[in-house]
């Protein structure tokens, strides 16, 4: 199947009664597999997100964790689950074999325990991730999942949180110039409410000053960005307006200007 190429999918029974998903008008089973999905962080509070869309559109997913045991207590049999750690690289080679897109929604939780930092994770974690795809020959398409204010170095997160921004963006440069087909999404603040309640504003250059969003839209948006090559090359802040008129999902890649050497995101 070349980029782009769309399949109806189904409601998986088992992620609509953990109340991740809801079962959708029209609902079909799906069609054909559309390919095998690498969901780094899969067991995370947006990365639970992503996997219900996956499962929902129609795809096959493996979640990759430092602890098999971990994806099955959170998804059962729906996906498979693989141990690997992305701060260790030879740990990756299995996990990307066959793999068709990468969705990363990992994130370092460094004030918890100092082995998981912003560089460790957002950085050299993601570094060895891309470089893994790509050493792969089989991933065509990486969504990383960033934040808004990477490109402020003012930013209270930056003070506060061992300058997460930073290593943020320099996680996002290595996907950028890797070569392969990437789109690299950053939300606002992740809040955990129903997606699809209202207008999802995008914009792009790192300049929105603030705005939040459910963790159900970020993972909407970086499933619908697979296969489509408007998402392509591109890099973008989303947050949401609650009081605006939700529309398809679709429609937040309409005018997004590709990447380039001299605007590379922010």
């Not at 950085?123 to 020959?137: I, K, M, P, W």
């Amino acid at each position: 199947m070349g980029i782009g190429n769309r399949v109806l999918g189904g409601c998986v029974a088992v992620l609509c009664a953990l109340g991740l998903v809801g079962t959708p008008q029209g609902a079909v089973a799906a069609e054909e597999d559309r390919g095998r999905v690498l969901v780094a962080g899969g067991t995370g509070g947006t990365g639970r997100h992503v996997v219900a869309e996956l499962l929902e559109q129609g795809y096959s997913v493996r979640v990759l964790s430092r602890s098999a045991e971990s994806v099955r207590n959170a998804f059962g049999d729906t996906v498979e689950a693989v141990e690997g750690d992305v701060r260790d690289a030879a740990t990756l080679v299995a996990a990307l074999e066959e793999v068709r897109w990468v969705i990363s929604t990992i994130g370092s939780s460094g004030r918890a325990d100092p082995a998981n930092s912003p560089e460790a994770v957002d950085y050299r974690g993601v570094r060895n991730l891309v470089e893994a795809a790509v050493a792969s020959g089989s991933v065509e398409q990486f969504v990383l999942v960033s934040s808004m204010g990477i490109t402020q170095p003012t930013h209270p997160l930056n003070r506060f949180a061992n300058n997460i921004l930073l290593w943020k963006g320099l996680g996002e440069n290595a996907l950028r110039f890797s070569g392969l087909a990437y789109t690299i999404v950053r939300p606002g603040g992740l809040i955990d409410e129903p997606g699809g309640q209202g207008a999802i504003m995008v914009g792009q250059g790192d300049t929105m000053a603030q705005g939040r969003i459910p963790r159900a839209d970020v993972a909407r948006v970086s499933v619908a960005a697979l296969g489509r090559e408007a998402a392509v090359r591109r890099t973008f802040e989303i947050v949401v307006d609650s009081a605006g008129e939700p529309a398809a999902v679709e429609t937040v890649f309409e005018g997004l200007e590709p990447d380039s050497e001299t605007r590379i995101g922010g």
